[in-house]
């Protein structure tokens, strides 16, 4: 009994199994008939001059070349990212380039620099961020380049624009770390661009999207809209970098100096790659400094002596 009644089932599993499909081609047979029906009208009207024809390929080539277009379009979106990563890239080198040329104050000294091979001041390289945040008082960049890609600390970072962003506080063998300039600890020099006044950069904490140029003298009349740069004071950065643009400018009490209040150039908040800058006079410059305050300020006779 227990045999029939499973072989009952299946057979009863089955009839209702061909019902249902039944009434599925029942419910779509009409428009399977329609398909069918056009797709023969077409074939006979493709066919049937060479005008047609003609006409048809025409059309069918013209909506295979805009298909293979979007295909293409979406292919290039997918690798927008490696292009970009790419170009900042030779932007860097050719930076670098520039940077090298601009040692040379004259044709003499470019001349020289070419036949010696010299090597250029500034050496830059690119990196990408993979952490960091600008909505604490004390923010840090996490870059995926460290010691071992040539990083170092003391670095400046650029945006691939080229305007200030920070420099490398410290590194790792495969990582570093760097303050950006909206770090309240962050201190740098910049000047009002075409003038000789320059102050101290620095972040008071409030606006991500604006910085202080501090001890301008009262002479210099900031204007709205001005450029702001980094004067070559630093060891971090180039001299004429771009900072920003002059917002306000404010008298202090005594009305001796100015604070002056600029737009960032660099979008901080939405950087994705970077270029980083190294001095290699630094480590050089560093050390002779260092010698000096050992020395209490004072070179020895010995020692200038020896230099000369």
């Known amino acids: 009994m227990g045999l029939r009644a499973v072989v009952s089932a299946i057979f009863e599993f089955d009839r209702g199994a061909v019902r249902k499909l039944i009434e599925f081609i029942r419910s779509v047979y009409v428009v399977v008939l329609f398909v069918v029906l056009e797709a023969v009208a077409v074939n006979f009207y493709a066919h ?17 070349g805009d298909a293979h277009g979007l295909v293409g379009d979406i292919g290039r979106y997918f690798t927008l990212g490696r292009e970009n990563r790419r170009l900042i890239e030779r932007v860097a080198e050719l930076e670098e380039r520039l940077a090298a040329y601009a040692e040379a104050e004259n044709a003499e ?15 830059m390289t690119t990196a990408t961020l993979v952490g960091g945040a600008v909505n604490r008082s004390q923010n840090l960049l996490t870059l995926n380049r460290g010691y071992r890609d040539g990083i170092s600390v003391g670095m400046g970072v650029l945006s691939p624009s080229g305007a200030m962003v920070g420099f490398v506080v410290d590194c790792s063998e495969r990582y570093a770390v760097a303050m950006p300039v909206l770090n309240t600890s962050f201190r740098s020099s910049g000047r009002l661009a075409g003038t000789d006044y320059f102050g101290s950069i620095s972040w008071d904490g409030r606006d991500a999207e604006t910085v202080q140029l501090s001890d301008i003298s009262k002479y210099a009349e900031p204007r709205e809209g001005q450029e702001v740069v980094t004067t070559g004071f630093s060891q971090y950065f180039p001299e004429d970098v771009l900072i920003g643009w002059v917002e306000r400018a404010e008298l202090n009490e005594t009305r001796t100096t100015y604070t002056v209040h600029v737009r960032l150039a660099a979008e901080i908040s939405r950087l994705r790659d970077v270029v980083l800058v190294g001095n290699r006079d630094r480590e050089v410059v560093g050390d002779l400094q260092e010698q000096v305050r050992q020395n209490g300020g004072a070179i020895s006779p010995d020692r200038s002596a020896t230099t000369n």
Do not use: C, G
């Not at 000294?109 to 050496?123: A, C, F, G, T, V």
């Open 48 to 64: 049937s001059t060479a005008y047609t024809q003609a006409r048809l390929l025409t059309r069918s080539n013209r909506l295979l």
């Open 109 to 123: 000294r470019l001349e020289s620099y070419i036949d010696s091979e010299q090597d250029p001041k500034y050496r």
